[in-house]
């Protein structure tokens, strides 16, 4: 601008700035202060330090910065510290969420506990294991996927294959609003059909709740996949005399058959920890029903749910909840892994 | 988005009318018949000439319409059950203190269950939206960009933890935690009597909303963080070149674009929290009245009353829970409805469904 006129050069255009290490420092004595009120208020939960540590963190950032830099960069920073300071804070319930269930988990789970049943054991004692909720949650989850996968998929080519028009358009708009019915309530819709036709709980009922949950997802994912196919392929192939259907078939699923693997399996994980529509529908049962048509069954989230409530209090139950639960985020979690893996591998190009 | 229209027309202005038509090869009826040449390309639906065409198309077709079908029987079936409980209710539906629906005089009402279900959504919400804004940007703006990625997909991995493993961290170690906020609390701010404490187990309200926000807590992260990534960046660059601090940025180009996407991810959260089964049922002591006091336990909501009552409902029993299933029902589809017409309208960032 006008620095030739300038006789006297600033060092920098920078205004006082505080240095790189400054906001560490202010979190180390931050933290230092909140150990030293916690000790000497006596304060015992270590949630109220951390806090107190947070506070001053926030509010000794803001005075430095202020007195060093400035109005708006103290304003800057204090932002900048307050949304790490959020982060921190919501780690620490999920962090702990998973290590707790990991180290209270493994002290029951073991070969034993994944292969027997509760059938003779009561609730208030040691022993027992989830084999039959291993075998309810498989065969509930299995028919719920042979029912919602080849509708979901179907669907998802109508909307994208096919769809114009006020019909795709109530489709897609309702396959939002499935996303968001509450399980319990697709529960209840199940329910309210067996109360008409007489009918006692069993495993298929289940299947059928977490169907409704599960085709919404499938619906979804599955479009998105068949959007990403590349347009000339589908042209390549109808200029050359395929019929659509075929065209869809051979050349359109196969290349976006790694996204709807994903998207299934994704769908999966999400309906494998239903508990509260399998809570109304298939009851529990401590002994092993292979049967999904006949008779009340157990399942994984359900039996986590049970020994918590009918225990009273007792640590074997605990125990067993604990490591039911940690088998539970386990299968979800490698499903969960397993679908973005394949994701990753076979996006279409 | 319709795929025949994927690449847009306007550039082809001075092809010939033939050329343009092929452009629609995929919508097209029978590929292997030239294409009308003036005609706007044909619709695909419903023109389908082969029989095997025909058939898949009525698969497909079929499927969504059975999708729209079970929608209609699930609001259909429980709307009968509900009128069935309703009509035998000696009290009134809505405004009842009471849940005895199994007797032969049933007085049962969801007066309690809605207050419930909406103080502890809305604690939820408070708790959660700030933080899970501050952690979208986090992820956007401020962490160092080999953290990000992997953070981004723990949480991805996180939203993905059944809700009974949420409850039954909450029940057993969430709950003996809150004893040191609780006798804080009721210190300092007892006598708002909001915030009042008689000593019992922190099973109350005030936990279940802590709990619940911790669960939705990725659902709008995941979502607002897509909107925020989607600002353009020449905005940003515009406000940082007029030497906008990065706080100076955020509120002038990133909250401003984001602000409907965030509105919406809230309410899918909203909507996830006001359905939440088991968390509550496993952290909640229930009871069938309403208080003052978001630390004392007692009150319940409309999910968790359905789960704890199950079990000892006879028929007429199960109907009044589906009525109250019903009322929840609307609910959650009110909520969800606006937040996807919130997304619709500006669906060029939709985080959700884009």
Known sequence: MSTAHATVKPVSLQGARLPKWAPWGVAATAIAVA?????AAGLHSRVQWGLIAAVLFVLGTYALSAKVEGRRQAKDRVATSLVWVAFLLAVVPLLSLVWETAVRGVKVLDGYFLTHSMGVVADAEPGGGIYHAILGTAQQVGLATLIAAPIGVLTAIYLVEYGRGSLAKAVTFFVDVMTGIPSIVAGLFILSLMLMLDLQPFGFAGSLALA?????????????????????????????????WRTI???????????????????????????????????????????????????????????????????????????????????VMILNLVARGIARWKTPR | MDISTQKPQAGNDDTLPEDAAMKHAPSAPAPGHAPATKAPAPRAAGTATRRGDRIFLGLSRGSGILLLAVMAAIAVF??????????KDQGNF??????????????????????????????????????????????THYAPRRLSGPIAYVVDLLAAVPSIVYGLWGALVLVPHMNGLFSWLDTYL???GIFSWQGGPARSMLTVGILLAVMILPVITNVSREVFRQVPKAHEEAALALGATRWEVIRMSVLPFGR????????????????????????????????????????????????????????????????????????????????????????EYSGANA
């Open chain 2, 190 to 192: 007892g006598w708002t």
């Open chain 1, 249 to 331: 078939l051979k050349v359109v699923l196969p290349t976006a058959v790694g996204g709807i693997t994903t998207g299934v399996m994704l769908a999966i994980a999400r309906i494998a920890g239903e508990s509260a529509p399998v809570l109304l529908l298939v009851f529990g049962n401590n002994f092993i029903n292979a049967n999904p048509f006949e008779g009340a069954q157990a399942s994984l989230p359900l039996y986590i749910y049970q020994q918590y409530i009918n225990s009273a209090g007792s640590p074997a139950a605990y125990d067993r909840a604990w490591a039911a639960a940690l088998t539970l985020i386990a299968f």
């Open chain 2, 78 to 87: 429980l709307s009968y059950r509900a009128i069935l409980a309703i009509s």
């Open chain 1, 212 to 244: 409704i949950l599960m085709l919404p997802v499938v619906v979804r994912s599955t479009e998105e996949m068949l959007k990403l196919v590349p347009n000339e392929l589908r042209e390549a192939s109808l200029a050359l005399g395929v019929p659509r």
């Open chain 2, 260 to 347: 409907s996407g965030v509105i919406s991810a809230s309410m899918l959260g909203l909507g996830r929290a006001l359905g939440e089964t088991m968390a509550v049922a496993t952290v909640l002591s229930p009871t069938f009245d309403i208080q003052a006091s978001l630390l004392d336990p007692g009150g319940g909501t409309f999910a968790q009353n359905i789960a704890s009552k199950f079990g000892e409902a006879n028929e007429q029993g199960r109907d009044a829970l589906i009525a109250s299933g019903l009322v929840l029902f609307v609910i959650t589809l009110l909520v969800n409805g606006a937040a996807r017409m919130i997304i619709a309208r500006r669906k």
């Open chain 2, 94 to 139: 809505l405004t009842t203190f009471e849940w005895d629906p199994n007797s032969t005089e049933p007085v049962f009402g969801i007066a309690v269950l809605a207050f419930g279900t909406v103080v502890s959504s809305v604690i939820a919400m408070v708790i959660a939206v700030p933080v899970a804004v501050a952690i979208a940007l986090f992820l």
């Open chain 1, 35 to 39: 150990v030293a009120v916690g000790l």
